[in-house]
């Protein structure tokens, strides 16, 4: 991992607190919204135009597996239309002048044996926020030296052993000792800037505001493959599609980087105790009709996981928080909200189900090789044709909108990004497993330092997939005698399996080749 020392944030922004406040950022030209309504309605069509022809009753050879296949081939499709609903609401959010005399304060939780010279560098951070604040350690350790060194800092040390409901807890458990009528939540390995508060305390002016979320980079995705297909999965969420959402009215927290109003807080019974805290408070902020705001600005860098145990260990603690929270949450609160946030709710809760899509287009087309199950029966060079337009313009789309990516270096195809979120069905598939089961997943903060060495426990299941892919497609070539247009559908997802599961694998077994890391 990067030494925190040689942090530092402003550095990795081609932007200035002056540029900021001018007023002119992250305006949509009419230019630039009126070819997202070009490109969207020709992602439409281009959708029907698929599914409409994968439809049709000739292409069926079993009705209960071609269903099963249609869901598994169209929830890529449905997400694709997601992205492009958001797409088409982008709006930005000119600077606004915060007020002087506001009541703020910072909180920053910190659990045993997380690095101590991360909070040297983050505490210190905190301090040289401008706007004059109130800061906060929640210390689950009550750790000594961590004292020390909030009292060299001007910073407020609380001792939160025993505190139950992690990092929820604590905040719950600091809210009760503070004052402050704003409460900015920092994870520990964030480096806020220091005109955070000057950036986002004037979005309160409106009395409905509850909370307002900015951008979240990272300053270690240079790290490793990891960290940097970590971080790739970021940049359309923290561009476009909360701009989308900003535009819409539903900008969720985050769990990092939000600024809440006390009032909005306690009016909900404080921070959501929950896996997914960060979803489930917005949640329940929504329902009482507060509203949200979105900043599209850089205010604070911090980590991502560099190596696969602690991003996969991160993403189960997603996907199993986002299960829950949809059949809870959700459910309960959902006469509350607008339609707007309804529809928001419904998509975010059910990302997670990009598992068992995945799972069956991995499954299925080797049971269909080797055993003959067809689902569907068409004709390959048709299949192409029909499926290519999807294909380029969804392309050209997630090309176009890298125009509201929040920092230059995140254009660029993001191939690292797409590979590991393709890698990462099995987990999802677990939350998806431990929600039905009801199976509790504790609430675990990712590891803050990257862990060496090799992962091949972690992709068995990747590994059967290409072993099976591969020999399920060498079965078929060998024995059927005339190989049917319906079984070349097959052989291609088999091969696309092989492809997508692939850089999973290598990802980890890296240090097999490399002493020193990968960069």
């Known amino acids: 991992m990067s030494e925190l020392a040689t942090v530092q944030p402003a550095a990795l922004r081609k932007e200035t607190p002056e540029v900021r406040a001018s007023g002119c950022r992250d305006r949509v030209s009419l230019g630039e919204r009126v070819t997202l309504f070009i490109l969207i309605t020709l992602g439409i069509q281009s959708v029907l135009y698929f599914m409409t022809w994968w439809l049709e009753p000739g292409h069926r050879r079993s009705g209960l597996l071609f269903i099963i296949l249609t869901f598994a081939i169209g929830?890529?499709?449905?997400?694709?239309?997601?992205?492009?609903?958001?797409?088409?609401?982008?709006?930005?959010n000119s600077y606004k002048t915060p007020p002087e005399g506001l009541a703020a304060d910072v909180f920053m939780t910190a659990m045993p044996g997380e690095p101590y010279d991360m909070f040297e560098k983050s505490l210190e951070a905190i301090s040289k926020i401008r706007y004059p604040h109130e800061s906060y350690l929640l210390d689950g350790g009550?750790?000594?030296?961590?004292?020390?060194?909030c009292s060299r800092l001007g910073i407020n040390h609380l001792d939160c052993t025993n505190i139950e409901g992690a990092k929820a807890g604590k905040i719950n458990h600091a809210m009760k000792?503070?004052?402050?009528?704003?409460?900015?939540?920092?994870?520990?390995?964030h480096l806020p800037e220091p005109d955070f508060f000057d950036q986002v305390l004037g979005n309160f002016s409106d009395p409905e505001v509850g909370f307002v979320q900015v951008v979240q980079g990272y300053y270690n995705q240079s790290e490793s493959v990891v960290a940097r297909a970590s971080a790739e999965q970021t940049y359309n969420f923290y561009g476009p599609t909360m701009m989308g959402m900003h535009g819409?009215?539903?900008?969720?927290?985050?769990?990092?980087?939000?600024?809440f109003r006390r009032e909005a807080l306690e009016s909900i019974g404080g921070h959501a105790v929950h896996l997914a805290e960060d979803l489930v408070t917005s949640l329940r902020l929504h329902a009482k009709k507060w509203k949200s705001t979105y900043v599209p600005q850089r205010m604070s860098l911090g980590l991502v996981p560099g190596d696969l145990g602690s991003y996969f260990k991160q993403q189960l603690k997603w996907s199993t928080g986002m299960f829950q929270a949809f059949s809870g949450e959700y459910i309960s609160r959902f006469t509350a909200l607008p339609f707007a946030q309804k529809l928001h709710y419904f998509f975010s809760g059910t990302y997670y189900l990009e598992g068992l899509a995945t799972a069956i287009t991995c499954i299925l087309p080797i049971l269909f090789l080797f055993f003959g199950l067809w689902a569907v029966e068409m004709d390959f060079g048709e299949f192409l044709l029909h499926l290519t337009p999807y294909v380029i313009i969804s392309l050209i789309i997630g090309i176009y909108v890298q125009r509201f990516y929040r920092h230059p270096d995140e254009k660029g195809i993001p191939w690292r990004g797409m590979a590991l979120n393709k890698g990462t069905w099995v987990i999802y598939l677990l939350?998806?497993?431990?929600?039905?089961?009801?199976?509790?997943v504790p609430y675990l903060p990712?590891?803050?330092?990257?862990?060496?060495?090799?992962?091949?426990?972690?992709?068995?299941?990747?590994?059967?997939?290409v072993l099976l892919?591969?020999?399920?497609?060498?079965?078929?070539?060998?024995?059927?005698?005339?190989?049917?247009?319906?079984?070349?559908v097959m052989i291609f997802f088999a091969s696309l399996n092989i492809v997508t599961m692939l850089p999973t694998i290598i990802i980890a077994h890296l240090d097999l080749f490399k002493k020193e890391g990968v960069k």
């Open 142 to 149: 009550n750790d000594p030296k961590l004292r020390q060194l």
């Open 248 to 259: 819409l009215g539903t900008p969720v927290a985050i769990g990092a980087n939000c600024t």
């Open 431 to 440: 939350g998806f497993y431990f929600w039905m089961t009801r199976t509790k």
């Open 177 to 189: 000792v503070s004052k402050g009528e704003f409460i900015l939540v920092l994870d520990p390995d």
């Open 75 to 92: 929830w890529g499709v449905f997400r694709s239309l997601v992205n492009w609903f958001y797409f088409f609401f982008i709006k930005g």
């Open 446 to 465: 990712t590891p803050k330092k990257s862990q060496r060495g090799i992962f091949t426990g972690l992709v068995v299941p990747h590994i059967a997939v």
């Open 469 to 488: 892919s591969g020999c399920a497609i060498a079965y078929s070539l060998l024995t059927y005698v005339r190989i049917e247009s319906g079984v070349w």
